[in-house]
């Protein structure tokens, strides 16, 4: 497969997983995290799919499209292993859909950062919320729910919180 075809599946699994996240929790209240805002594209994209959704954005710093910019009082600026922790202290447990988007490109470290962050965003979550993540998490309650019909397997990975 060509670096083209597989950049198109790669954003494809994305925007079909997260409008299936956003329909998933619609009958659920919260906010929605995007962690790893990068160029704003899936932070554009929730607040398209779920325009009436209080969005909380993480990021080191704000390297976006200048028209996917997240209000200054919702873009939380900083290391997301420090960020999330002081999260869990100022919203609790409320969130229905966390999106994790932390990826480099290098598979190892990527993975044990998301791993890591799996505990701070359990604290974050509402039972009955979804996490998408662009890596594997294991436990912390979430359990793997099936991607929708046309994503592949491994491609991105959907997750229900159950508490
Ligand atoms: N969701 C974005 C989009 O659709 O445009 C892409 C996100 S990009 C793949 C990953 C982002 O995660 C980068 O902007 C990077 O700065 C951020 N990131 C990675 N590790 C981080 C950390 N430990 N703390 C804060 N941000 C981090």
Redesign the pocket.
């Known amino acids: 497969m060509s670096r083209l075809d597989s950049a198109i599946r790669r954003l494809n699994a994305q925007k079909l997983t997260l409008e299936a996240a956003v329909a998933s929790v619609a009958g659920l209240k919260g906010p929605v995290l995007?962690i790893?805002?990068?160029?704003?594209?899936?932070?554009d994209h929730l607040r398209e799919t779920a325009p009436d959704r209080d969005i909380w954005v993480?990021?080191?710093?704000v390297?976006a499209h200048p028209d996917c910019i997240p209000p200054e009082d919702r873009m939380i600026l900083?290391?997301?292993?420090e960020t999330l922790a002081d999260m869990a202290r100022r919203i609790g447990g409320e969130t229905a859909l966390a999106h994790l988007?932390?990826?480099?490109g290098e598979k190892a470290s990527s993975m044990a950062?998301a791993e890591s962050l799996a505990p701070l965003i359990a604290a974050l979550m509402r039972p009955g919320g979804v996490l998408v993540s662009d890596q594997p998490v294991t436990g912390q309650g979430f359990a793997p729910i099936a991607l929708p019909e046309g994503v592949a397997e491994g491609r991105i990975h959907l997750y229900r919180f159950s508490g």
């Open positions: 995007e790893g805002l990068g160029n704003g594209r899936t932070y993480f990021d080191r710093q390297a900083g290391d997301v292993r988007d932390i990826g480099t950062l």
